[in-house]
């Protein structure tokens, strides 16, 4: 007779991954760069008081600015070094030996490479607005929750793009850098914009890139880009939920593909 | 049979409160692979491929680089699929199938293990995946002699050590079956003949079944009822190693002499002479089915005419080595 235990090994491999993620002292560095991009730094990109949604809106995404990048980096990091190492250097087929399935195995190790670093970056930012204006943040909570989601649109959709490259080519690194670059070359891609929209005053550059990034839907919301005194785009709220779920919708068709590959066609 | 009845997984398996069991309903062949086809690019690593293994046997899987031995265990083990054939692994298709996981043991070529855990620390966890008492680690890490070990990280383990922690965790479940790929690569001649020894230990006591693959042939031969030869990605000699003896090397005959290198032209010349190799000590000759008797006859004539003397002509008993060779060289003979 052989005990297949339940629930128990999905838990040991995602506790291996958190083990291997955060080793000492990445977890305590992390931590330190979140308070201190939080509670020091938030100061600095605060865009000032207006109406309530303004104030929350203004408020949160001076809390996120700096710890989203931190956030980016941790998650790349995860991924490249967690999943992609073990791929590479084939620790997956010991964790593929385990009562588990393939889908199962991969979930422990995003909650491990992602849930956990959301969970700290939230831990602290909810820390951080509860210290620095809880009556703002009680009045317009649906701004906050909105501004996270759509903050964290773009560096969930580009995770979820390095996790499918670190799983077809087997390697981290090379996967960590094509994040980095996706990165630049998406805020180069922004100026330009910015730079076409202003002069062209069309809105169509930014339509689409707010798919990518909903949270510049929700930043023109709030301060509309506008060029030789006219507004070039103003985008409704409804537009931005749009865009956050258009964004969300392709970080799902990403996984999605990631899910299926891993389980699927992977072979080791 | 009531436990059939409470819910058949496969042809198999069947779990009753929560347990796989293979007892009741136990398969012909724990491996039984059937026409596997693999191919990388242009290169074809395992090409019609077929492998059976019965429980409670040990089989060594024996092949050139290359061959596609371990292309053929990862396929075993659900970490590859084949491009054609069937593979079932206890009754059931490998990929992606926990339940026969809790029945397999795994000793990969390279053990791929995280290397800032410690040793025990990591098998307690395995022992907690499959759900089997936490106190099996260590009895896992003393039965390799590792136990003096148990608070290093993996990473200071030296080369042979890490193998021998990679046999601890393939056999902390107490698996059915264990399929070691280059198991005592790595290892010193101690430590080699103290692992065997647990092999056969392991197939007396538990019958475990074993897949083994290696390069070291006289180790296999010590331990392995049967063997599977693979060549260029096919099985191209299998079954029990007293049978591939008499089939293969009953053509195989030895001849002392004086002079190998001067016997070894003219014996070379013969037509029905397949193979000749020389040593100090004189020639194994392989020869054409029934061609045994025209060597006694023609050999004592060659030998006079270079003045070469035959200290004496013998049936060929060959090692497992002498086997393989014979079975992979040019010659070798036909799959069985």
Redesign the interface.
């Known amino acids: 007779m052989k005990q297949k235990p339940k629930g128990r090994p999905f838990l040991e491999v995602f506790a291996s991954a958190v083990q291997e993620d955060y080793r000492f002292p990445l977890l305590e560095i992390f931590a330190f760069l979140y308070a201190l991009s939080t509670f020091v730094f938030a100061g600095m990109s605060f865009g000032g008081y207006g109406s309530s949604e303004q104030s929350a809106y203004s408020l949160v995404s001076a809390l996120m600015s700096i710890p989203l990048n931190i956030f980016m980096l941790l998650v790349f990091k995860n991924i490249a070094f967690g999943l992609g190492s073990d791929l590479e250097k084939g620790t997956i087929q010991t964790t593929l030996s385990y009562p588990l399935k393939r889908h199962a195995i991969l979930t422990a190790k995003l909650l491990s490479a992602i849930g956990v670093a959301l969970l700290l970056l939230f831990g602290i930012q909810i820390l951080g607005l509860t210290v620095v204006a809880a009556g703002i943040i009680r009045e317009g909570i649906h701004v906050v929750i909105l501004t996270y989601v759509a903050s964290l649109g773009y560096p969930l959709l580009l995770s979820a793009i390095i996790l499918f490259v670190a799983l077809w080519v087997k390697k981290g690194g090379l996967a960590l850098v094509l994040g980095i670059v996706m990165s630049f070359a998406f805020s180069v891609i922004q100026g330009i914009a910015l730079i076409i929209a202003m002069f062209n005053r069309t809105a169509v550059p930014f339509q689409i890139l707010a798919i990518i990034n909903p949270s510049m839907a929700l930043q023109y919301h709030y301060s509309p880009i506008t060029s030789f005194g006219g507004i070039v785009w103003n985008p409704s709220l409804i537009e931005v939920v749009t865009d956050v779920c258009a964004c969300y919708a392709l970080v799902a068709l990403a996984l999605a593909l990631c899910y299926y590959y891993f389980s699927r066609r992977l072979n080791l | 049979m009531a436990c059939l009845r409470r819910g058949v997984l496969g042809k198999g398996f069947y779990?009753f409160n929560?347990?796989?069991?293979v007892r009741c309903f136990m398969p012909s062949f724990l491996v039984n692979a059937k026409g596997l086809y693999k191919h990388y690019g242009r290169v074809v690593a395992v090409n019609q491929l077929d492998l059976q293994i019965k429980e409670g046997s040990i089989v060594g899987l024996v092949g050139p680089n290359g061959a596609g031995k371990t292309t053929t265990i990862?396929i075993i083990?659900?970490?590859?699929?084949p491009d054609s054939g069937e593979v079932e692994v206890f009754g059931q298709a490998p990929w992606?199938n926990?339940?026969i996981?809790?029945?397999?043991g795994?000793v990969?070529e390279?053990a791929?293990?995280?290397a800032?855990?410690k040793t025990l620390d990591y098998l307690k966890?395995?022992c907690?995946?499959?759900?089997?008492p936490e106190d099996r680690a260590l009895e896992v890490l003393t039965s390799v002699n590792l136990e003096d070990a148990y608070d290093r990280t993996i990473k200071a383990l030296s080369a042979g050590m890490l193998q021998k922690f990679a046999i601890a965790?393939a056999l902390v479940?107490k698996p059915k079956l264990v399929v070691a790929d280059e198991m005592t690569a790595n290892l010193d001649p101690q430590a080699r003949s103290n692992l065997l020894d647990l092999v056969a230990l392991l197939h007396k006591n538990e019958n475990v079944t074993f897949l083994l693959s290696s390069h070291i042939l006289p180790e296999l031969s010590r331990v392995c009822d049967s063997v599977a030869i693979i060549s260029y990605g096919k099985v191209v000699a299998s079954g029990n190693l007293v049978e591939l003896y008499s089939k293969f090397t009953a053509r195989v005959l030895r001849i002392s002499t004086d002079q190998p290198d001067v016997l070894a032209e003219p014996v070379r010349k013969l037509g029905y002479v397949q193979t000749v190799e020389v040593d100090s000590r004189g020639l194994s000759v392989r020869v054409a089915e029934g061609a045994e008797e025209k060597l006694y006859e023609d050999v004592p004539s060659l030998a006079k005419k270079v003045n070469a003397k035959i200290l004496g002509i013998e049936s060929g008993s060959a090692s497992l080595d002498e086997l393989y060779r014979l079975v992979v060289t040019k010659g070798g003979g036909g799959t069985t």
């Not at chain 2, 907690?128 to 089997?132: C, D, Q, S, Y």
Request: glycine share 6%.
């Open positions: 779990r929560n347990k796989v069991n990862k083990l659900g970490l590859l699929r992606d926990p339940d996981r809790m029945l397999i795994v990969h390279k791929f293990f995280p800032h855990q966890r395995a907690r995946i499959f759900g089997v965790h479940h």
